[in-house]
Nanobody
Framework: RLVESGGGLVQPGGSLRLLCTAS????????MGWYRQAPGNERELVAR???????TYSDSVKGRFTISRDNSKNTVDLQMSGLKPEETGVYYC?????????WGPGTQVIVSS
């Protein structure tokens, strides 16, 4: 089970830190990712982190977003800075690059002045 939190309303250029908590076993063995679904768009993978610490980011967020994980707590974070209005959407975590877990409720991020 995946539960996301930390979203909210932020001004353009602002920052947010999202948190995903996973329940169940085997978390540390999976590559985990953060996905974004903007209004009217399909869900897209924006960042992922392998079990051994290799990160990959989409070009649009590279240099502004940082993904991290704590395998002892079964959590994966996404630190976002320099947020843009077009990054408004619902953010989800799941395994990556192929999401195999049941989707959690997501956390809403609204970037607006």
């Amino acid at each position: 089970r995946l539960v996301e939190s930390g979203g909210g309303l932020v001004q353009p250029g602002g920052s947010l830190r999202l948190l995903c908590t996973a329940s169940g076993s085997g978390f540390r063995d999976y590559t985990m990712g953060w996905y974004r679904q903007a209004p009217g768009n399909e869900r897209e993978l924006v960042a992922r982190l392998t079990s051994y610490g290799i990160t990959t980011y989409s070009d649009s967020v590279k240099g502004r977003f940082t993904i991290s994980r704590d395998n002892s707590k079964n959590t994966v974070d996404l630190q976002m800075s320099g947020l843009k209005p077009e990054e408004t959407g619902v953010y989800y975590c799941n395994t990556a690059p192929k999401p195999v877990a049941r989707w959690g409720p997501g956390t809403q991020v609204i970037v607006s002045s």
